[in-house]
């Protein structure tokens, strides 16, 4: 059975969730668009992060003392970003319904992170949350100028793409 949309819980901060809900209001649209326009913004930018070297699984995540940097992470605030994302703790879960070909690039996502990370994330509501985590840690201004062209040159998953042929 093929669907549309796939619902998907997530856990994330309170913060984050407020952040959430002000950028879905200020752009007229609910959450869930906000999250896929996000993780539309996001994903290329998690791919031309570093890989780490190949670790093995680590049951703890790999995070050093306030001040500290890992030094395999040193030189890269994007790598930095995304492990800090990944070690604080979520109390909230929000429920978010996303397009079928947006969910099927979760496990792709989550592999990404695996890789860049050394750390294995799990589930794709894993993947979705540490990709909406590492999104929304970005400026809350920019993200709001990035949604706002987004919809205003038109989202390439509502865009009608036109094709003339010749006749």
Not at 71 to 88: E, I, K, M, Q, T
Request: glycine share 10%; proline share 11%.
């Amino acid at each position: 059975m093929d669907c549309e949309e796939v619902m998907l819980t997530v856990r994330i901060t309170a913060a984050e969730r407020a952040l959430l809900r002000e950028l879905a209001r200020g752009h007229g649209t609910d959450v869930s668009d906000v999250v896929v326009d996000g993780l539309l913004d996001v994903i290329p930018g998690l791919h031309v992060l570093p890989v780490l070297p190949v670790l093995p699984v680590l049951p703890v995540l790999p995070v050093p003392p306030a001040g500290r940097v890992l030094p395999a992470v040193a030189g890269d605030p994007g790598v930095s970003r995304l492990l800090r994302v990944l070690a604080r703790p979520a109390p909230c879960a929000v429920t978010l319904w996303l397009p079928a070909p947006v969910a099927d690039l979760l496990p792709l996502v989550g592999e990404r992170i695996a890789a860049v990370s050394g750390l294995r994330i799990g589930p794709a509501s894993a993947a979705l949350a540490a990709a909406l985590g590492f999104w929304l840690t970005g400026d809350p201004g920019r993200l709001a100028a990035g949604l706002a062209g987004l919809h205003r040159h038109g989202a390439p998953r509502l865009a009608v793409q036109r094709l003339d042929v010749a006749a």
